[in-house]
């Protein structure tokens, strides 16, 4: 599902050139369940962005779902984002004008589905999330978890290949986070690639399977309990 | 596409910050019903002028006599003349290009005091000597019986034709006026027509308070012998009055032994001459009209840009969550552009109505109040203009709207998510 090869990605700011990624080799297969692990500075949160085609790439090569993202027109990346992506963030990013329906149902108005249509299938995802008496509540009426569960809900909308997760729990209590990563997890089991950035040691147990970032490249992984260095 | 979505979106960035939104709308609104106010009151004077002019032929000029300012042939300087039957023939025979010749006299009395007598009604007029051609110069409406007619003119017929304040004064309100008998000056005339002023306001007023009479008849009765009073004549379709003026003043002067470089001699008005400039005047109006008007509308189209700018640097956030969630370049720019249309054409539409309605109201004001502004008259505005104002308008919007639309997409999605 996911094959990156060589990747390298620095930045720029003035003179300093900042090399983020360093030549970085990660396969995902279609239904893992995968979390990403670093310090700050390790370079994870420039991996998801490159891997949700918001941000670009200097080298190497990045194939989602068996083709090459490379020199995308933004038209193009907005295609594949809106296809065979979903995002989740830390701070939900809900657009607070909306209501929690129009929120969830927001990706197939870019897709071009009748308003109707689009907010019925959208209820349909509330319900599963168990929000379906709050469809009509704004963002600033709910809980964090709340939130979030819109936001998951908003990203499985357009049955992704994919689920890119930001720090998810970052903003919630630990009770809550435990009830996200099980959402996480049922999802998972419809097929769905989860990709999760988090640098909570518990959430990250969780997973199937732990990528340890460190200074660009990947520094150990282990699967479930068996311990894997690179 | 309408879409509940899009609309409720750009109802909620405005509602957001109504102060703003308020004042940049205000911009437009403003300049629109500027416009239509001062491209109303432009056509509210240029009509309130034109109907001051009624139907009068504009390819006319007008010739009078006065004091010679050249000595000449043994006459001196500061001699008086008068036109004479003479002249009238000559001008006739002599100047091909003529159109219409209208000698014309004033009878004497015309001073205030009364002049016309019927039974025990009197009034003030003025008295007029015509030909029937003076009727295709400066048109009246002949609301019954008939103008003055060429047998008229060659019997000396006593018959006069009289304005419509006339018949008010001399007649009771059921009487016919026709084939009545008028004393003027001590001599019974017969009324042939009466007529109404195609002017307005107080030219109107005064118009209809004229007495025509054949201007032979004029002539005898008030002992003008072959005296011209002077003289009004248009040229040819095609042929400027200008052409005409000259020759005549030629004429003339021969005929009156008056120096060639005589200048002041003949008097003359160039009616002509003087509508071209009128209309001159009128069309550098309305240039100036639209000049300050689109000036003013589109300063609230940048007032407009800048505030959809300020949107834009606001909601970079928003933006990128939407393109993450696979809202496309094209997407933003519509939403963009949408919003900025949305607010130009509400703001333009208001102006546009209340421009023409206030324009509506002092219509209704003067008509109401049936005053004979001199100046200003049925202030109005095309409908057409109304509709490539708001031709404009819309065209303003998407103007509006396009810097700040590209800005939004030139940022990278991700720097947009990353701006708190």
Not at chain 1, 202 to 216: A, F, M, N, Q, V
Not at chain 2, 9 to 32: D, H, P, Q, Y
Not at chain 2, 45 to 71: E, H, K, P, R
Not at chain 2, 277 to 288: D, E, P, V
């Amino acid at each position: 599902m996911i094959e990156l090869k060589r990747l390298h990605k620095s930045y720029i700011t003035g003179n300093n050139k900042l090399h983020v990624l360093k030549g970085l080799d990660l396969t995902i297969e279609q239904g893992e369940l995968v979390s990403i692990m670093g310090s700050s500075g390790s370079g994870k949160s420039t991996l998801l962005n490159i891997l949700g085609i918001l941000d670009s790439y200097d080298q190497g090569s990045y194939k989602l779902n068996g083709t090459l993202m490379s020199n995308l027109t933004e038209k193009k990346a907005a295609h594949y984002r809106n296809n065979l992506l979903g995002f989740v963030f830390q701070s939900f990013n809900l657009i607070s004008f909306k209501n929690a329906v129009e929120n969830v149902a927001l990706p197939l108005y870019y897709q071009g589905v009748s308003r109707k249509k689009r907010n019925k299938i959208a209820l349909d995802y509330l319900d599963k999330m168990g929000l379906k008496d709050w469809a009509e509540h704004m963002p600033s009426e709910l809980s964090g978890g709340q939130k979030q569960r819109v936001a998951i809900a908003r990203a499985m909308i357009s049955k992704p290949k994919v689920i890119l997760a930001d720090e998810p729990t970052g903003a919630l209590d630990s009770a809550t986070s435990i009830e996200v990563m099980e959402l996480f997890r049922e999802i998972n089991k419809d097929g769905i690639t989860m990709i999760i950035v988090t640098h909570e040691q518990d959430i990250s147990e969780k997973t199937d399977r732990i990528i340890h970032l460190k200074d660009g490249i990947i520094e150990f992984e282990h699967n479930t309990k068996k311990l894997v260095y690179v | 596409m309408i879409d509940v979505d899009k609309w409720k979106e750009i109802i909620n960035t405005l509602k957001s910050n109504k102060v703003r939104t308020f004042f940049t709308a205000f911009g437009v609104f403003w300049g629109i019903f500027m416009l239509i106010i001062m491209l109303g009151s432009g056509n509210g004077l240029q009509n309130a002028i034109y109907q001051n002019m009624g139907d009068f032929a504009t390819n006319s000029c007008f010739m009078w006599t006065q004091q010679t300012s050249v000595a000449y042939k043994g006459f001196p300087r500061g001699r008086s003349y008068r036109f004479n039957n003479g002249d009238t023939k000559a001008l006739l025979e002599k100047i091909p290009e003529l159109k219409d010749l209208s000698p014309r006299l004033q009878g004497r009395g015309g001073d205030g005091s009364n002049n016309a007598v019927r039974g025990r009604k009197t009034g003030a007029f003025t008295i007029f000597g015509d030909y029937p051609a003076w009727n295709r110069i400066d048109p009246i409406k002949i609301t019954s019986g008939r103008f003055i007619n060429e047998l008229d003119i060659k019997n000396n017929r006593k018959v006069v034709v009289i304005g419509k304040r006339v018949v008010e004064v001399l007649f009771e309100p059921e009487e016919n006026p026709l084939e009545q008998y008028i004393k003027i000056s001590g001599v019974y005339f017969k009324v042939v027509g009466v007529f109404k002023s195609k002017k307005g306001g107080q030219q109107a007023e005064r118009e209809e308070q004229n007495v025509h009479m054949p201007f032979t008849t004029l002539q005898r009765i008030y002992n003008f012998g072959e005296d011209v009073g002077w003289y009004a004549m248009t040229a040819s379709e095609e042929i400027p009055v200008g052409i005409v003026e000259e020759k005549a003043k030629e004429i003339l002067k021969r005929r009156h032994s008056i120096a060639p470089d005589d200048e002041r001699a003949v008097g003359g008005f160039n009616v002509s001459k003087e509508f071209k400039k009128m209309r001159g005047l009128f069309a550098g109006i309305n240039g100036l009209i639209w000049i300050v008007g689109i000036g003013t509308l589109l300063a609230g189209v940048i007032g407009v840009s800048n505030i959809m700018l300020v949107i834009v640097k606001e909601r970079t956030k928003e933006i990128g969550i939407q393109r993450a969630i696979g809202a496309t370049p094209a997407n933003i720019i519509l939403q963009i552009i949408n919003e900025a249309v949305f607010l130009t054409s509400i703001a333009g539409a208001i102006g546009l109505v209340c421009g023409f309605w206030l324009i509506e109201l002092i219509n209704f004001i003067l008509e109401s109040s049936n005053s004979s502004a001199e100046m200003f008259k049925n202030p109005e505005v095309d409908f057409s203009i109304a509709i490539s104002a708001l031709i404009i308008l819309i065209f303003a919007g998407i103007f509006a709207g396009l810097i700040p639309a590209k800005r939004a997409v030139s940022i990278k999605p991700i720097d947009a998510l990353r701006t708190e």
